[in-house]
């Protein structure tokens, strides 16, 4: 397999964009990410897009040659990779091989969900799809109230208070803070978390990622092209795998553990030959503060059922023993579902080159990004590694 | 009317949804005195729930009785006035959730509060002519009250099932006789499209409930050469509480008769239901050798009657399944707003 | 846009393992799931039988809706359970005939047969299998 580095990146700030369409952002983002990168459009052989519900909530299939043609780059290889809300890290999948196989000299890899077009009952049945149509959404069960049964299990089975679970929001808003890409840049108190409205029992309103528009972009390269570029810094891309668990929790051994993590985090550090140990920070995939908890279990920072004590203890915080959502996670930078894989990337490209500013990880060298679909049902982990 | 070939009851079953209104809390609504409610409570049916879905309760009770095994039922035909489909019948959807079929009979039937018996009279004669071996009747309704209507106060849900087959040792029940009486008399309707159904008062009551009754019993009563005094239990139609106890009283029979087959005052009149249920709660309690007499009415008009003798085999069969008393203990009291939105009352368009 | 699945044949073809809880059990491995088919999601073992489930179970874990589906909307709030059947499958279901207050985990129920929504006020009604607490207990 070829080297793989990832020269440039972009997005757009995430928000409830009304006057971008999901073809702006896509666009937006790309340009930003040819610009870091210093190549021309001209340079990219193939786009990757990371995306779940273009087509039940615009209405829009065919991703790959409506960015083609927006970026006035026809004719090359392009196609939309979907994954649930892992669509951006499997798109990222995707990229990575096509250089690593060789085929390839520099891709553009470009993740977009258009989300708040939708009324809210609409979204929520977008959502469910990444569970199983017919025997989960059938029931009328919603993806927060999946993660819902989750949470209650786990308060129960490790005897756990959900105040010490809800802190995760907590710790990713005080961050969110110094991310200008963020949806939120306010801290947020735990009351306010605790107060705040249930959408389904026991997970309120504020531990849920929020519903915005985005779109984040990275550009990859293999060795021969990089060497064309003058960049100071270098970054490769070390290791990518996906893995896949029952599509629905009704199937698993034990509810609280999503296995796909543990396989798929293993395979990359394999790739990259390196262990967990050299890991400095770690985006994990929040889409509501028991997972994030449950994330930092699985990736094997915490035992079972010990999690919350990382947050709880300041371990997670960008000089504890391992950093964690350094730049807002899902909670407060954002979730724009298919997209969400590559803005977590493209934050540990900014840690690994030192561009993070107050939210900074001293020394920063090894960083890998968890992107989760459905419940577990797909698991990516991409991981850079700093060359230079 | 008698068979060739004498006909049993292999198994029965009943359904009462879980939720009930006070007469006092439609009262209250309405304005009227509390004093002048015809019955203590209904039943609700929750909002997941219809007259299909009832039935389907109802013949799961009636196969656990029967010990017989689905696939071996011929025929389902299920009377009701309030079925979820105009067109579709709920037989098909019925016998499928029952694992029944698809080698079998089946319609839905309709006419008003008698379409359960006249299935069940049906039934008969395909089981005493030898055309299937074991059928199933079913009544069940989802009563539509209009809001202040006289109705309201007593249009309840309920569903009752009886699975047929040749009289034998292994029957819990068979019957002995039936009769029908019918005549066009338009004391109750709904025209196609009409939410809700018309009623002409006071003449609901001597021409059509208590003349289509007394006909019926008393035709039944004369062809098989039995009294009052040979029955051990009787049960009415139950639009409320008064009229049967007075069509007991025209007849001859006594109110230790009536007691056991009248619901209504607690859960109200469940339409195509309402004599089944009665029945079934009979049948819940019977002594070997007892003899029913079961007579509904239907408005528009007409009554089926039907002499029914227990036998020993109910002793037994009638324990592996939930009794009427279970379900009707079973309860949760809901107020004039939940009830409203459990019955689509309240315009969301 | 809206986002509705309406179809009619597909709620046709689900109609014997939503109404029945048909599932199917692995001769290879010895486990059980739902719905029925017969590759064995837990060893891949092509023959898998159908049975029909047990109908009682107990209550792994719950939760309430509040923020419903499309064509769930006027259900809400109504609670979502993980039921493990007595024979250990476990299957998504609502819960029905209970208050949320009441609910509890481990606390055990009963199949039984409900309406979950209609293809709109003119469209076909789906059934299928809800838990409620025993009736008897």
């Known amino acids: ?388 | 009317m008698k068979t060739n070939n004498e006909v049993g009851i292999a198994g029965y079953g009943a359904y009462v949804p879980l939720y009930r209104i006070r007469d006092e809390e439609i009262a209250r609504v309405w304005g009227r005195e509390r004093s002048r409610v015809p019955i203590i409570e209904k039943s609700v049916p929750g909002m997941d729930e219809d007259s299909l879905t009832m039935a389907v309760e109802a013949g799961l009770n009636a196969l656990r009785r029967a010990e017989i095994e689905a696939n071996r039922i011929g025929v389902v035909f299920v009377g009701s006035e309030s079925p979820p489909y105009a067109v579709k019948p709920s037989a098909t959807v019925i016998a499928e959730a029952l694992g029944i079929g698809p080698k079998i009979v089946a319609v839905d039937m309709e006419f008003a509060c008698r379409a359960g018996t006249t299935a069940m009279q049906s039934v008969i004669g395909m089981v005493s002519s030898g055309m299937i071996e074991a059928g199933m009747a079913i009544g069940t309704d989802t009563a539509q009250g209009r809001p202040s209507d006289e109705l309201e106060y007593t249009a309840a849900a309920g569903a009752a099932a009886f699975i047929l087959i040749r009289k034998s040792k292994k029957t819990l029940a068979f019957f002995e006789g039936s009769y029908s009486y019918v005549t066009d008399t338009p004391d109750f309707w709904r025209r196609e499209g009409e939410r809700f159904p018309h009623h002409a008062f006071r003449f609901t009551g001597k021409p059509a409930y208590f003349r289509h009754i007394y006909e019926a019993s008393k035709g039944l009563m004369e062809e098989l050469g039995l009294k009052p005094s040979d029955f051990d239990h009787v049960v009415f139609h139950q639009p409320n509480v008064k009229f049967p106890l007075e069509m007991a009283k025209m007849l001859g029979f006594d109110k230790e008769q009536i007691e056991l087959g009248l619901l209504s005052g607690e859960i109200g009149n469940t339409y195509a239901a309402a004599s089944l249920i009665g029945f079934a709660n009979v049948l819940d309690h019977a002594k070997p050798g007892e003899r029913i007499l079961v007579a509904s009415f239907g408005s528009g008009a007409g009554s089926d009657a039907f002499s029914v003798v227990v036998q020993d085999a109910i002793e037994e069969r009638r324990e592996l399944a939930p009794k009427v008393r279970d379900y009707v203990m079973r309860k949760i009291n809901v107020d004039y707003s939940i009830y409203s939105r459990f019955r689509e009352n309240i315009k969301m368009r | 846009m809206s986002v509705k699945v309406r179809s009619v044949p597909r709620v046709w073809r689900e109609i014997k393992i939503k109404y029945r809880l048909i599932g199917g059990k692995c001769p290879n491995c010895g486990k059980s799931f739902y719905p029925y088919r017969d590759n064995c999601p837990y060893c891949g073992f092509k023959g898998a039988k159908e049975v029909e489930l047990p109908r009682e179970g107990k209550v792994i874990t719950y939760t309430v809706i509040r923020a419903p589906p499309a064509d769930f909307t006027q259900y809400a709030p109504y609670p979502i359970a993980l039921v493990e059947l007595k024979d250990g499958t476990r299957v998504i279901a609502q819960l029905t005939d209970v208050n949320i207050e009441d609910i509890r985990t481990g606390m055990s129920v009963e199949a039984v047969f409900r309406k979950y929504r209609e293809q709109g006020e003119d469209g076909i009604i789906e059934y299928g299998i809800k838990f409620r607490p025993l009736l008897k207990s």
């Open chain 1, 1 to 388: 397999m070829e080297k793989v580095y990832v020269v440039g990146g972009g997005a757009t700030k995430i928000d409830e964009h009304w006057d971008l369409s999901l073809r702006d952002l896509m666009v937006q983002a790309s340009e930003r990410a040819i610009n870091d990168a210093g190549i021309e459009k001209r340079d990219i052989e193939a786009i990757y897009v990371g995306n779940m519900s273009s087509g039940p909530l615009q209405g829009q299939e065919h991703l790959g040659s409506l960015i083609s043609t927006w970026l006035g780059i026809p004719g090359v290889s392009a196609y939309k990779v979907e994954a649930a809300c892992a669509s951006g890290g499997v798109a990222l999948h995707s990229a990575f091989t096509s250089v690593a196989s060789g085929l390839y000299d520099c891709v553009l890899v470009v993740g977009v969900e258009k989300m708040s077009d939708a009324i809210t009952s609409d979204l929520t049945s977008a959502l469910i799809m990444a569970d199983d149509q017919e025997y989960v959404a059938f029931t009328g069960a919603s993806f927060v109230g999946l993660n819902a049964l989750v949470y209650r299990a786990y308060m129960e089975r490790y005897h756990v208070k959900q105040e010490d679970i809800a802190l995760f929001a907590v710790h990713d808003h005080k961050y969110g803070v110094n991310n200008p890409y963020a949806q939120f840049r306010k801290e947020i108190k735990l009351e306010t978390i605790l107060s705040s409205p249930l959408v389904a029992d026991p997970i309120r309103l504020f531990e849920c990622a929020p519903v915005g528009d985005g779109a984040a972009a990275l550009i990859l390269c293999n060795e021969k092209k990089v060497r064309t570029l003058k960049h100071g810094s270098l970054i490769e891309l070390a290791g990518s795998a996906v893995a896949t668990d029952a599509l629905s929790i009704n199937y698993r051994e034990d509810i609280l553990t999503l296995k796909a993590t543990r396989v798929a985090f293993e395979r990359a550090l394999k790739m990259a030959g390196i262990e967990r140990k050299d890991v400095d920070l770690i985006e994990v995939h929040d889409a509501f503060t028991i997972l994030g908890v449950i994330h930092l279990e699985d990736l094997g920072y915490a035992r079972k059922g010990e999690g919350w004590r990382l947050v709880k203890e300041g371990e997670i915080e960008i000089d504890g023993k391992i950093p964690t959502n350094t730049m807002g996670g899902l909670k407060a930078r954002g979730h724009p579902v298919g997209a969400t894989g590559i803005y977590q990337v493209l934050e540990v490209l900014m840690q690994l080159r030192g561009e993070a500013g107050k939210n900074q990880v001293n020394e920063a060298e090894i960083g890998l990004a968890q992107n989760v679909g459905g419940l577990g049902g797909t698991v990516t982990v991409n991981l850079l590694r700093k060359v230079r």
